[in-house]
């Protein structure tokens, strides 16, 4: 099974980008589903068909759905949500402006990767293709625990015993809404939820990340930002695809600058990427609309030549990289990540009480939830190696053998402890 989900910035191409890999990866026969998470859906544009919020079947091997958000938040939300409304409302809030309010910001992109998540898990997909939103925030929220722990504390700073134990008191003090064990199973459930998620994402076996761009120097740039911090945030990001390159066969006089721009930003693009594969997609001379072009686009971008398994399929890996690793070097335990974009100058480390380290380059801020193991180690100093920074933890004598299972623990594991019955 494949995840691959394109992001990038508004207007580059990722809905069409997307939709070619889909009408390739079905004509190469794996069962594929594409999904937009995008509210100002355009998927259905680029099939020149109308796509609902049920999956449709848009041609052998190949369906599509544009998730509706609402509804995923009703399902996937629902309890949670509407004991906010309650919660809200019980201070005195407008009914119309608490349920705005309980819709938490970041909420929705994270609806539409359960979504994502259920498919996967159901089975009936080999690849699963997502023309994502070009924000990262959910991401994010996704591959720190403590991120989304921060978050749902901030709501319910409060455990399911501690709450099971305090309630007859409470409930003679005031007449506040209390979450009951409905809630607490919806949010046990939630956060497991997340927790798969956060491993299919971040399985780089499974997930490949793609940055869609156009020769563009404010696009590059951009792009290079999202780069960085898919990569800071541990996800695989396999390829690059440059689309709307215009061919270099075109002798018009005309497009001579646009060329001579273009050849500049595409080799800029070869320099902030490297090592990904750069693959290119032309600026065709219409739309791309309907299957007969976007098979083209996907002819253009990954070969001519489409072979189940190798060159041309959409679903291989064009890169394989470590985007975080802990060793052991000597005396001291090394967290290394790759940080291929932000210019090397002093790095600043800071540890939370939340047993998070946080990195400062520049205006950079990277949040490493630490393993337990590391946790409890001191910071030796960081350094640049090669294209990695390298955050050494020193090893004293009183320091235990530290084992693989502690260097990786199960992080969801205290949070999904909150909310579990007893
Ligand atoms: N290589 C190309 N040649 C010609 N037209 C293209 C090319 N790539 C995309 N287009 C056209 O450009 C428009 C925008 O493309 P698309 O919708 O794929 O971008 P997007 O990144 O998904 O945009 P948004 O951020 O708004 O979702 C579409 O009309 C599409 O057909
Ligand atoms: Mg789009």
Known sequence: MRILLYTGKGGVGKTSISAA?????????????????????????????RIGSQMVELA????GQEIDLLSQMDQYW???????????MWQGMDSLVAEETAVLPGMEELASLMQITSLAESGRFDVIIIDAAPTGSTLQLLS?????????????????????????????????????DEIFDSIEELVSFLERMSKLLSDGRVSSMRVVLNPEKMVVKEAQRAYTYLNLYGYSV??????????????????????????????LVHECFYP???????FFEQ???????????AAAVFGAEAVRGGEGDPTRHYYIGKPQEIFRNGAHYVLSLPLPLVERSEVHLHR???????????????????????????????????????????????????????LKPNRWESLKARFRRS
Not at 240 to 267: G, M, T
Not at 368 to 375: E, I, N, R, S
Not at 391 to 403: D, W
């Open 144 to 180: 720190f625990p403590d991120i989304a722990r921060w978050y749902i504390e901030k709501i319910f700073p409060f455990q399911r015993k501690t709450i099971q134990l305090a309630r007859p008191m409470v409930k003679r003090m005031t007449d506040m809404p209390l979450p009951d």
């Open 352 to 406: 939370s009480i939340f047993d998070e380290l946080i990195i400062r380059i520049g205006n950079w801020k990277r949040n490493v939830a630490l393993p337990m193991g590391l946790a409890r180690l001191d910071i030796a100093g960081a350094k640049y190696e090669q294209d990695r920074l390298n955050i050494y933890f020193k090893i004293n004598e009183a320091t235990p053998e530290i084992s693989e299972e502690e």
């Open 238 to 267: 396999d390829a690059v695809i440059c689309n709307r390159v215009f061919p270099r066969s075109i002798a018009d006089q005309y497009f001579d600058a646009w060329k001579s721009a273009q050849a500049q930003n595409l080799e």
């Open 60 to 63: 052998p091997n190949l369906w």
């Open 276 to 282: 990904l594969p750069i693959l290119e997609a032309p």
């Open 78 to 88: 629902g309890t949670v949500q509407s004991y906010l409304n309650a919660l809200f």
């Open 21 to 49: 890999t889909a009408v390739r990866c079905a004509e190469l026969g794996y069962r594929t589903a594409v999904l937009s998470t995008d509210p100002a859906h355009s998927l259905g544009d680029s099939f020149d068909r």
């Open 287 to 297: 739309e791309v609309i309907g299957i007969p072009m976007l098979r083209q686009m």
